[in-house]
């Protein structure tokens, strides 16, 4: 066969089509076909902290009890993998991704791809960048806390509860995450407006425990009057503890740790006095995701948003609320 210049153009212009077609075929979310059971992914964003875990295991007690096919996959703590994941998810052909997208920007391709197949994609606990990729167009909706809302809550409490401690060192989460963006954004509008507080440091501990202590360590030292210590997450509100004790201080009566996430471990802490007040961050998200993907599938019409409930431990209720945390 020759190949002239006219089948050449016509060929490239086919392919442009195509590949326009491909990219607007769905104007809104891709739809989710009624059927008995479904082959479902979830792509986890690590796996190293007791939060993800009790998250996970809801997701997978779900699965199994509606007898749906979980392709679960672990990012490791890594944007990168976590769209090769996602990737992967859609060559096996699954009917709709679970996606909880490690960071804001990084997962946008991911979720784009995911939509260019046709296989819908529901967010769980963390967001995307609004301006990049927008509920019910690219992808379903988002389940999850009010991260912003969370923060808040913290800083209120500290507000009422400070008894002249005012001077602060805040453990951010992961950088670029909407948790720690959020979560930043509702305690530091707060303590803005009220004059006697100051944050004297702000620093990633990326959610980690041992990065929290390290973290909180070399702050305390930088900061020696400091007597807060607001951490994004329960893991490094423990890490900060032992950084505090180690030290020479005494968590709670030297300085005061408040946190976010209310797991067993950190709401025992409440109870023992060593951490002040944490904010529950719900991880049960089994029941509701699976929920709304058959509602989805029935044609029903999904909010943009999904806001989970969460609970709010200190002195008065920890020991009373201990058992029902995760």
Not at 137 to 148: A, K, L, M, P, W
Not at 157 to 185: C, F, M, Q, Y
Request: charged share 25%; aromatic share 8%; with cysteine.
């Amino acid at each position: 066969m020759t190949i002239t210049r006219r089948t050449l153009l016509l060929t490239s212009a086919a392919g442009f089509a195509a590949a326009v077609f491909a990219a607007n075929a769905f104007a809104e979310s891709p739809p989710l076909k009624k059927k008995d059971t479904y082959k479902v992914g979830f792509a986890q964003t690590e796996s190293n902290n007791p939060w993800r875990l009790a998250q996970t295991a809801s997701m997978q007690d779900e699965a199994k009890k509606r007898g749906w096919q979980l392709v679960y996959t672990d990012a490791a703590s890594s944007a990168a993998k976590q769209v090769a994941d996602v990737n992967s998810m859609i060559a096996q052909g699954v009917d709709l991704i679970f996606l909880a997208p490690r960071e804001e920007k990084p997962l946008i391709p991911a979720i784009k791809a995911a939509k260019n197949a046709g296989i819908p994609v529901i967010l769980l606990d963390r967001n995307v960048d609004a301006s990049l990729a927008k509920p019910g167009e690219d992808y379903v909706t988002f389940i999850g806390s009010n991260f912003i809302e969370e923060g808040q809550r913290v800083a209120d409490w500290l507000v009422k509860n400070a008894n002249g401690k005012t001077t602060i060192i805040e453990l951010e989460g992961t950088t670029g995450s909407s948790p720690a963006n959020d979560r930043k954004k509702g305690f530091d509008d707060v303590i803005a407006k009220n004059s006697d507080f100051k944050i004297v440091a702000s620093q990633t501990g990326d959610f980690a425990r041992d990065k929290g202590r390290q973290v909180a360590e070399t702050l305390l030292q930088a900061h020696p009057d400091a007597n807060v210590v607001y951490a994004h997450n329960d893991e490094m509100a423990i890490g900060a503890i032992s950084a505090i004790e180690a030290a020479g201080k005494v968590p709670g009566k030297d300085i005061l740790v408040l946190s976010i996430d209310g797991g067993k471990e950190a709401v025992q802490g409440v109870v023992d006095g060593k951490i002040a007040a944490v904010v529950e961050c719900n991880p049960r998200f089994g029941p509701k995701a699976f929920d709304t993907a058959v509602a989805y599938a029935n044609g029903e019409k999904i909010p943009a948003k999904l806001i989970n409930p969460d609970q709010f431990y200190d002195a008065s209720n920890a020991k009373e609320l201990l058992s029902t945390a995760y």
